[in-house]
């Protein structure tokens, strides 16, 4: 169960707007397990959005909440699923643009997102179609955990810089959305969750004749299983152990399967980087065609403005970090991430130890 209300929200540009948000009840009432920001779709904070936030999320445990970001133009929108509405919604989202969402999204997280103590909560967003885009945006520019519905706007932004997870659900049915469009989304987020499911554009959409209830529930399961990876309530007034910072870390970043890592290995763009120590190298071998490139160094040869920089370091190409338990590459990828110089990153689950289990081809390196 869930409670449902509509309250005034405050934008850092002064902009004066409504959010609907709907809060858990029972185990989760007083300890939600974080807050998940709803963007809409070009039709309004209507009946299926205030759904998705009570029977979806908030029923889930989260404090849900969505922005009504037509407020800005006008109040209390609601549009119809008919070519008129279509035609309405396509024209308030050009109005808004892009900027002004991240303004109400920041406002929503900083003033909406809190538990039954008043503490603030771990936040990431969900959105569908025009709010699938805006989603993506929100990792990108406001480094918040994100997952998008077929958000057929998100190409256009490809070339912007993930600052925080990202996982994406499309439909192979949908005709506004071409396989060539998903797969540009696949290549520019590398390592990134992509779904597609055997359904049209709205699948999401329960009570519209789009509705898909069995892509609806693993694309919602899928998300669930995003957001309490992502989406965890900080541990204030505790010692952070290692522990601590490499789930901090592993919940930051992308992290590839062996069977993923397996598939890129041998690419051109792909540059699989190994960041343990010399003699780990020595003693065990690595993957073949690594980088070796040890943790104590890794700043200094990734930074181009480092006398220590390594040109081996392209931002061009695709980087694979792998430790010997995916530890220290967790952390190596973070960090490397934060730098901002390489837009793709990610790190090999299990490390070196997982990929040898695999039975997979280990190459020796001389000692010396």
């Known amino acids: 169960m869930a409670t449902l209300e509509k309250v005034p929200l405050t934008s850092s540009d002064g902009a004066q707007i409504h959010a609907w948000i709907a809060r858990p009840e029972g185990e989760f009432a007083q300890a939600p397990k974080g807050a998940v920001i ?14 998705v936030l009570t029977e979806q999320y908030a029923k889930a445990g989260y404090v849900a909440i969505a922005p009504c970001f037509f407020d800005r133009v006008e109040a209390d929108v609601e549009l119809g699923y008919t070519p008129e509405g279509v035609a309405r919604g396509r024209t308030l989202v050009d ?16 003033q909406l997102a809190r538990d039954g103590h008043g503490r603030n909560l771990p936040c990431g967003v969900v959105g569908y179609c025009w709010g699938g885009s805006v989603a993506f945006l929100a990792a990108t520019r406001l480094g918040l955990p994100a997952a998008g519905f077929y958000g057929g706007r998100t190409v256009p932004f490809l070339h912007e ?48 004749p789009d509705y898909h209830q069995a892509s609806s529930e693993l694309a919602l399961q899928r998300t ?20 601590d910072l490499v789930d901090e870390a592993v919940a930051r970043v992308k992290t590839m399967t062996v069977e993923e890592a397996k598939g890129l290995h041998g690419r051109d763009d792909v540059v699989f980087v190994d960041i343990r120590d010399p003699r780990e190298v020595s003693r ?11 943790r104590g160094m890794l700043e200094f040869w990734v930074d181009p403005a480092s006398p220590y920089y390594k040109p ?17 590459s967790a952390l190596a990828t973070s960090t490397v991430q934060d730098m901002g110089v390489l837009p793709k990153v990610a790190h090999l689950d299990g490390g070196f130890g997982a990929w040898r289990n695999a039975g997979l081809p280990i190459e020796q390196k001389d000692k010396k």
């Open 38 to 51: 709803v963007v809409q779709e070009i039709f309004g904070v209507n009946e299926h959005i205030r759904w």
């Open 95 to 110: 109005q808004i643009g892009m900027d002004a969402p991240m303004r109400d999204i920041r406002a929503a997280q900083l």
């Open 161 to 208: 810089r993930t600052q925080a997870p990202v996982m994406f659900h499309f439909g192979a049915k949908d005709p506004m959305i071409t396989a060539e469009m998903v797969a540009k989304v696949k290549e520019a987020n590398f390592g990134a969750p992509l779904h597609v499911y055997e359904a049209g554009h709205g699948f999401n959409r329960a009570g519209h």
């Open 224 to 243: 669930l299983e995003f957001f309490g990876k992502h989406v965890k309530p900080a541990r204030l007034g505790q010692v952070r152990t290692h522990k």
């Open 284 to 294: 065990d071998g690595t993957i073949p065609g690594a980088l070796l490139a040890p």
């Open 312 to 328: 081996e370091f392209n931002p061009d190409k695709q980087y694979l970090f792998f430790c010997a338990a995916a530890w220290r």
